[in-house]
């Protein structure tokens, strides 16, 4: 494992906040609205998604296929395409709130504030460039003015600190296995140090090795420029190895944010619930138990919450009453009518 | 490794999504892909005017000594006539007629041996993909006008009708479809519904119609629009060069008298310029379809309001 | 090494099967028809010289033997496939005792020049149209104006000159009617006549390059539909590159590349459309030649043609296959 030299690269070139760890909240979601407009119909992706992050933390988003998580995504780096649009709500990234910026801002945020790590980097890199090249381009399209050496310097500790040797520059794409071609794009991630990172199923592809070495690039580069991790996946097994806190998306809403430990030794939301105790263990081996029903089509979702149909505890207020977003003690955030009171007594108290 | 289990039960399904129907999606999608539409109209037209032109005129007028030579559009003859006495409306009424047939009969022998080929050698793989692939790869270089000029050439002029034409312009045709079509079944092939139907039991022929060919309908079509277009070129092209059909009305042949009579020099501008205008018409139209179908065909691009 | 030579003869393998097909096909397709181009062309002596009809036997049988037609078909064919390999297409029956390849070579220069260039222009302006109109973020009126062109793929360039022709030539009186050079000009080395040259050219260039520009942007604009669709071009505008980076580096580096394998093919189709061009034009290349012989039913002159059309384009094709690489890092050897 090389030592990287974290004075002169680790140092945060864009930010505008000097960020102690832990202390101010480096990514603010708030209210978060995308629909997407189909023939068949309105889908709205994300309903009301709302959440905060603080520097150097790990966030581990899981759902099911559907559930939004990969829109989020998608909506945070305003990279939503047609027939989707993104209808309401705001996004900050430290001082900068990215859903009022103009689209060469937002271009210039890409990349040097937050930064996306692809799902699937198979096909994520130009198979007729070299890969120094689509560093570099990174770095040039937002850093006017720096000296080729130092362009150069910033790409090589990049790829030093996902374990790459810098000599990976001079090759193709094809030439890289699946493992190095994902840490390449971490370290394309990385470049410009920026405040949060969303890894999009990074590790899907890859085996299990690989994953690993992957999962502990991502925390290792983490700790050297402090930024704030948000990890999509539907691995639960690896969201409990590296994650801070857990958010659980079901049709397009958040219903739960809790701690890592929280969330597996209590899960609070009944979907939560379902879904940990369908995880096998050691002691119950071999009984497997699912969650009866389907996930809703997004261009029909049942009234009231969304969950309703398919939970052992709705009652009838579920049916009619879209469940608020209710903050329990302890900052633990849960979408769930079963919570209406415990919420209330944590406001009052 | 632990992941989100989803395992099916019957306790609540979601309720059914109405689609829209057939038409009002069709119709959604023209207003989106205005390549196609505007395509389509143009065809449409031009399908309009022969069917009328052929009901209203005489066909007979469409050929020399019918009517007053070398008049200037006017109500009476509203196309004008040429050198030899044809009238010139019935002429490209029926000219565009023949045109239609040569693309069509063409265009359809040639996708038909393209996709039973490309079926064939994607399918079987092994020598016959080698050798079906080797003859299409060492054809493809030849010019495919030139061969046409060459066999054209070669016939008694008292040989060459429309059908000898469709003949001659499929013969060398039929190479790119074969190619497209050979390379869809090759992805599909290896794309896992087939390796599932064939578990399941689902015999060779069942999977060729029931599971392929229904995903290669755009390549199809594409293929035929392309067909039917090159064989319309190539039809102009001969005709155009003399060695067409002489006595029938089709427009590269018109364009041919034209020329060889020196319209233009003597000012009967008309002659020429009206089967020009309809051929430019034809393969633009169809032109423009086949850039619609391209977007078609690949589901991507492929946006809702 | 043994890799890449075995490259090469199978490239090589594939020019002389090509060649070969094409000589074949050229040399069966006249013989299997009724007509006997000797017999023809004679008897149209005979009508207008007025000779007798007995001598006319005795004439043509000698000619036929002279073009070696009476001897046996597979040696008839074995002789022309040894000749073809040497370049020697026999003789015109119209221009007596001048070869095909006489012919031919007389020609070729007038022809290349306005060939290359206006294949070269139409792939350029043809594949920035097409991938301009395929790019969602280009501005509206760009991606329209792609449009024209593509109807314009339906102008085969013989219209087109014929248009060009008359609007700007014979109405507006711009450019000249025709001609590689004006009349009464003696052809030299000078800048002078270059540039009256060069003026000529601009119609029949003109109308080339507007009927082959379309071809390009439809199946430019195809590849491009797919490559944008790609994950890379998806990640590069997620590392926040500027719109024009992507297009160039991303998106028509790599849609470009399967345009380049069809560079060669379009040869023939522009050749093919210039043999017309060149008729309307009276510029003295190889499709006047053509022309010419169609008309008087010189079939040696006709086939030859074809032949030497092939054997440069196949080779075109060949030579471009080694350019590949170049491009393309995937397909190059380790």
Not at chain 2, 23 to 49: C, H, P, Q, S
Not at chain 2, 100 to 112: D, E, H, Q, R, S
Not at chain 2, 210 to 222: G, H, N, R, T, V
Not at chain 3, 243 to 258: E, K, T
């Amino acid at each position: 494992m090389n030592s990287i030299d974290n004075q002169t690269w680790a140092r945060p070139i864009l930010r505008s906040l000097a960020a102690a760890p832990g202390i101010e909240p480096v990514l603010q979601v708030r209210n978060l609205e995308v629909t997407y407009y189909t023939d068949a119909g309105r889908a709205k992706a994300l309903d009301d998604v709302s959440f905060t992050l603080n520097a150097g933390e790990k966030l581990g988003m899981v759902g099911e296929s559907g559930s939004g998580k990969s829109t989020l995504a998608l909506a945070m780096m305003r990279m939503i395409k047609q027939p989707g649009r993104i209808e309401g709500g705001e996004v900050w990234v430290g001082n900068t709130e990215l859903m009022s910026l103009d689209d060469e801002a937002m271009r210039k945020a890409r990349l040097s504030r937050i930064a996306y790590i692809p799902q699937g980097a198979m096909n994520s890199l130009n198979p007729v460039t070299r890969i120094g090249a689509q560093l570099v381009d990174a770095v040039k399209s937002h850093l006017h003015g720096e000296s080729r050496s130092a362009i150069e310097d910033r790409c090589a500790q990049a790829l030093r600190s996902v374990d790459l040797d810098p000599s990976v520059s001079r090759m193709y794409a094809h030439e890289l296995s699946g493992g190095m071609k994902q840490r390449v794009c971490i370290a394309i991630g990385i470049l410009l140090s920026p405040q949060v990172i969303i890894a999009d199923e990074p590790t899907s592809a890859l085996d299990v090795v690989t994953q690993r070495q992957v999962m502990e690039t991502i925390d290792r580069v983490k700790e050297q420029i402090n930024a704030a991790v948000i990890l999509i996946g539907h691995d639960m097994g690896l969201m409990a190895q590296f994650v801070d806190k857990v958010a659980v998306m079901y049709a397009g809403r958040l219903v739960e944010v809790s701690t890592v430990r929280q969330m597996f030794t209590e899960p609070k939301h009944p979907y939560a619930r379902a879904l940990i105790s369908s995880l096998p263990n050691l002691d119950n081996k071999g009984v497997f138990q699912g969650i009866p029903g389907l996930a809703p089509s997004l261009l029909r979702l049942p009234g009231g919450c969304a969950f309703h149909p398919r939970c052992a505890h709705a009652m009838e207020v579920c049916s009619t009453n879209r469940p608020a977003v209710l903050t329990l003690k302890g900052g633990r955030v849960v979408t769930c009518h079963l919570f209406d009171a415990e919420a209330a007594n944590v406001q009052s108290a | 490794m632990a992941s989100i289990a989803n395992t099916a039960g019957a306790a609540w399904m979601p309720a059914e999504v109405r689609q829209p129907g057939r038409l009002a999606l069709l119709l959604r999608y023209l207003r989106r892909n205005k390549g196609l539409a505007i395509g389509l109209t143009i065809l449409l037209l031009l399908v309009l005017f022969t069917i009328v032109g052929l009901l209203l005129g005489d066909p007979k007028h469409a050929y020399p000594l019918s009517a007053p030579t070398k008049r200037p559009p006017s109500w009476q003859y509203p196309l004008g006539t040429d050198f030899f006495g044809r009238n010139l409306l019935s002429a490209m009424a029926v000219g565009m007629w023949q045109t239609a047939v040569i693309g069509l009969l063409a265009g359809g022998i040639g996708t038909v041996i393209g996709v039973v080929l490309g079926f064939l050698s994607a399918y079987f793989g092994g020598w016959i993909d080698t050798s079906i692939r080797s003859i299409c790869q060492i054809l493809t270089p030849i010019p495919v006008l030139l061969i046409q000029v060459v066999v054209a050439g070669s016939l008694d002029k008292r040989d060459v009708t429309i059908y000898t034409m469709a003949l001659i312009v499929v013969m060398l045709a039929w190479m790119g479809p074969t190619l497209v079509i050979r390379s869809q079944v090759l992805t599909m092939k290896e794309r896992q519904f087939v390796s599932v139907a064939k578990l399941s039991g689902v015999s060779d022929l069942g999977i060729i119609f029931k599971e392929i060919l229904p995903c290669l309908l755009p390549f199809i079509a594409a293929a035929f629009v392309g067909q039917v277009f090159a064989a319309v070129f190539a039809s102009f092209y001969l005709a155009v060069l003399g060695l067409g059909p002489l006595r029938e009305p089709l427009l590269g042949n018109i364009i041919w008298s034209a020329q060889t009579q020196g319209a233009f020099f003597n000012g009967w501008w008309w002659w020429p310029i009206e089967p020009a205008v309809a051929m430019i018409l034809i393969l633009g139209s169809l032109a423009l379809i086949i850039m619609g179908l391209d977007e078609l065909a690949n589901p991507r691009v492929r946006r809702s309001e | 090494m043994s890799t890449t030579l075995k490259l090469i003869v199978r490239r090589l393998l594939f020019l002389i099967l090509v060649i070969w097909s094409a000589s074949t096909i050229t040399f069966f397709v006249p013989r299997f028809s009724s007509r006997n181009a000797i017999r023809e062309r004679f008897a149209e002596l005979a009508r207008t010289g007025g000779f007798s009809p007995d001598d006319l036997d005795k004439i043509i049988a000698a000619m036929q033997a002279q073009f070696g037609l009476d001897k046996p078909l597979l040696q008839q064919y074995g002789d022309y496939l040894w000749s073809v390999v040497h370049l020697d297409f026999g003789y015109s029956l119209n221009k007596y005792p001048a070869t095909v390849l006489d012919l031919i070579s007389q020609a070729l220069p007038w022809t290349i020049g306005l060939l290359i260039v206006t294949t070269i222009l139409s792939f350029i302006i043809g594949n920035l149209l097409g991938a301009i109109a395929a790019w969602p973020k280009a501005p509206q009126w760009m991606r329209f104006v792609a449009t024209p062109f593509v109807l314009l793929t339906g102008v085969p360039p013989v219209l087109m000159g014929v248009l060009l022709l008359f609007f700007i030539g014979f109405r507006l009186k711009l450019l000249p009617l025709g001609g590689a050079y004006s009349i009464g000009v003696i052809p030299n080395w000078s800048w002078g006549f270059a540039l009256d040259m060069g003026v000529h050219q601009i119609l029949p260039g003109l109308a080339l390059i507007l009927g082959s520009v379309g071809g390009w942007v439809l199946s430019m604009r195809g590849m491009g539909v797919t490559i944008q669709g790609e994950d890379y071009v998806n990640f590069a505008e997620h590392k926040g590159l500027s719109g024009f980076r992507i297009f160039r580096d991303y998106y028509l580096r790599n849609a470009l590349l399967p345009q380049v394998t069809g560079f060669a093919l379009a040869l023939g189709t522009v050749v093919t459309s210039a043999i017309v061009v060149e008729g309307i034009f009276g510029l003295p290349g190889v499709g006047t030649v053509l022309q010419n012989a169609i008309k008087s039913n010189d079939f040696p002159v006709i086939y030859g043609i074809v032949l030497f059309i092939t054997i440069v384009i196949a080779t075109l094709m060949v030579l471009l296959e080694f350019v590949y690489p170049l491009l393309d890092p995937r397909i190059r050897k380790q």
